[in-house]
């Protein structure tokens, strides 16, 4: 690794286990050219009506009182707002080095909320998050006479991948 900002002394780690524990990202990868690909913090902060909330913040004061254990932040979509911040207490999703998995408590929020954004309109049958490359995509799944514009008209609102699946 280097930079304009690096001290010259600096010794990057090479594998990619070594720099999520040193830098605490959850990595993608490297390239064959020995580029690193992040995964995990692309996306921490919460993007409320054009502010900017750091999960940290609200973690650090939810942990201040002795019964909490453990404390995830994320944003839930919103359609006013873009993202409001929800949380989850004690038992988080880990990643494979015991760091907070906030991709799945993301995936979870956002199917949470489109399953109570689609309970009216008929013919939706499930509402799944599924994670691709770092991000949340809902997978709409719907029966064969199911109000396509109307699913549309609702997700339309949301600013978040999504898909329409048929029953099948």
Known sequence: MTGNLL????????????????????????????????????????????HNIDPALVEDALLAHPAVT?????????????????????????????????????????????????????GVLDVEAEIDEGSVI???RTSDDADEPASKAVLGRYAIGWRLAGAS
């Open 7 to 50: 001290w010259p002394e600096y010794s990057a780690p090479t594998d990619i286990a070594a720099i999520e524990a040193v830098h605490g990202h959850v990595l993608d990868g490297l390239d064959p050219d020995g580029f690193v690909h992040l995964a995990g913090r692309a996306k921490d902060l919460i993007i409320r009506g054009g």
């Open 70 to 122: 453990a404390a995830g932040a994320v944003g839930r979509p919103d359609v006013h707002s873009g993202e409001v911040p929800v949380t989850v207490l004690d038992a988080l999703p880990l990643t494979d080095l015991g760091k907070p998995y906030k991709v799945a408590l993301r995936a979870d929020a956002t199917r949470r909320e489109l399953i109570e954004a689609l309970a009216g309109v008929p």
């Open 138 to 140: 809902a997978a709409v």
